[in-house]
């Protein structure tokens, strides 16, 4: 996927490969020091079959200069990816109790 305009307002437009625009809210970026890399975790807020919401992460240029969206293709990534989201979710049902 593309990304059309920058990360403004946390919210962002993507071109998907059918060429439909679809705006994306930025849940959080970070820096990973194990891959060197910036990361964002975005949602297009679409639920899932079982309720849900449907996120989305890729590896991004926090300095502005590339717009494009790049895919996270390793599976050390992967990891670091999901064990920062299982962190956020443990502490977000700590949260509601």
Do not use: H
Request: proline residues 3%.
């Amino acid at each position: 996927m593309k990304k059309d305009d920058p990360v403004n307002n946390n919210v962002f437009s993507i071109r998907d490969e059918a060429g439909n625009i679809i705006e994306c809210e930025v849940l959080f970026t970070f820096s990973s020091p194990e891959t060197n890399k910036d990361y964002i975790v975005y949602t297009d807020n679409v639920k899932t079959g079982d309720g849900a919401l449907q996120v989305y992460a890729n590896i991004y240029d926090k300095t502005g200069q590339s717009k494009n969206l790049m895919p996270i293709e390793t599976e050390e990534e992967w990891n670091t990816v999901e064990s920062i989201l299982a962190k956020l979710e443990e502490k977000n049902s700590e949260g509601e109790k």
